[in-house]
Antibody
């Protein structure tokens, strides 16, 4: 299994950014997928999850109403749309595959999002 | 939300030492707990799932125990490759939450 994130960069506060995560080596449409972030020098923070078929989504309170998660199973790709970005959204964003009995068994390499003027 | 509290935050140890890290949940999570190892600049790596099950390919010097609210990760004989930061994570209920991490340093 392989997960490759893209779309990170420097963005001004209040602007938007969309991250992508390309999956390969496994049946993407069979797995729930998550975004987890890590601010510089800090710990891991779970951000959002989307069910294997897109039927359910949950978000951390810190991003609720600003971030949306989606997936395109025909393209084996996971997305994170981030709106109204704030300085405290600055972090490396990881996509991760989850199994309900294992937790996160595969992670991408991460993509850095920097929110700054 | 479920709070996960790890201790200690930092641990200094020598090669060959037995190391134990503790993780406490604010409510019972049954055995829905995972442990991850993270090295600088890298993604986390799954070590233990369901509190005590060793992920495939992980050395047997790593072990996990506990259920309910108290959990431990033990490294039976610390190796040079084990100096890293370790995180516990509950997946009993959303939002999934992580402990704050334990950095294992060279003594």
């Amino acid at each position: 299994a392989q997960l490759v994130e893209s779309g990170g960069g420097v963005v001004q506060p209040g602007r938007s950014l969309r991250l992508s995560c390309a999956a390969s080596g496994f049946t993407f449409s069979s797995y729930g997928m998550h975004w987890v972030r890590q601010a510089p020098g800090k710990g891991l923070e779970w951000v959002a999850v989307i069910w294997y078929d897109g039927s359910n989504k949950y978000f951390a309170d810190s991003v609720k109403g600003r971030f949306t998660i989606s997936r395109d199973n025909s393209r084996n790709t996971l997305y994170l749309q981030m709106n109204s970005l704030r300085a405290d959204d600055t972090a490396v964003y990881y996509c991760a595959r989850a199994q309900i009995t294992l937790g996160f068994d595969y992670w991408g390499q991460g993509t850095l999002v920097t929110v700054s003027t | 939300d479920m709070q996960m509290t790890q201790s200690p935050s930092t641990l200094s140890a020598s090669v060959g030492d037995r190391v134990t890290i503790t993780c406490r949940a604010s409510q019972s999570i049954s055995s829905w707990l995972a442990w991850y190892q993270q090295k600088p600049g890298k993604a986390p790596n799954l070590l233990i799932y369901k509190a005590s099950s060793l992920e495939s390919g992980v050395p047997s010097r790593f072990s996990g125990s506990g259920s309910g609210t108290e959990f431990t990760l033990t490294i039976s004989s610390l190796q040079p490759d084990d100096f890293a930061t370790y995180y516990c994570q509950q997946y009993n209920s959303y939002p999934w939450t992580f402990g704050q991490g334990t950095k294992v340093e060279i003594k």
